[in-house]
């Protein structure tokens, strides 16, 4: 088993940042792809970006490129979301997932941590 923790969110004025973390434990090893997502209220989960284990660079949805970095720490087994310019927007309940599998479905998730961005 795989489990994720994430961690970092909070109340943030509009032009802000902050800086989400993403722990794995467990069957770390076996992780390939890792991502973030979020949700924000009354809407579905949509894609935020994510990140391969050989080290390419990630991708990221239209609505943050340019504002959002992903990286990771592979010896730590962690992933961070750098988020610069925040908007008001970008309030909501965001989420780490991870794959063994290059494409497709991510399989593991964490519980969450939320970002509220004040306009």
């Known amino acids: 088993q795989v489990q994720l923790v994430e961690s970092g969110g909070g109340l943030v004025q509009a032009g802000g940042s902050l800086r989400l973390s993403c722990e794995a434990s467990?069957?770390?090893?076996?992780?390939?792809?890792r991502g973030w997502f979020r949700q924000a209220p009354g809407k579905e989960r949509e894609f935020v970006g994510e990140?391969?284990?050989?080290?390419?660079?990630?991708s990221y949805a239209d609505s943050v490129n340019g504002r959002f970095t992903i990286s990771r720490d592979f010896a730590k087994n962690m992933v961070y979301l750098q988020m610069n310019k925040l908007k008001a927007d970008d309030t909501g309940d965001y989420y780490c997932?991870?794959?063994?599998?290059?494409?497709?479905?991510?399989?593991?998730w964490g519980q969450g941590t939320r970002v509220t961005v004040s306009s």
């Open positions: 990140i391969g284990w050989s080290g390419g660079p990630p």
């Open positions: 467990g069957r770390t090893l076996a992780l390939y792809r």
């Open positions: 997932a991870a794959s063994p599998s290059g494409i497709g479905a991510y399989e593991y």
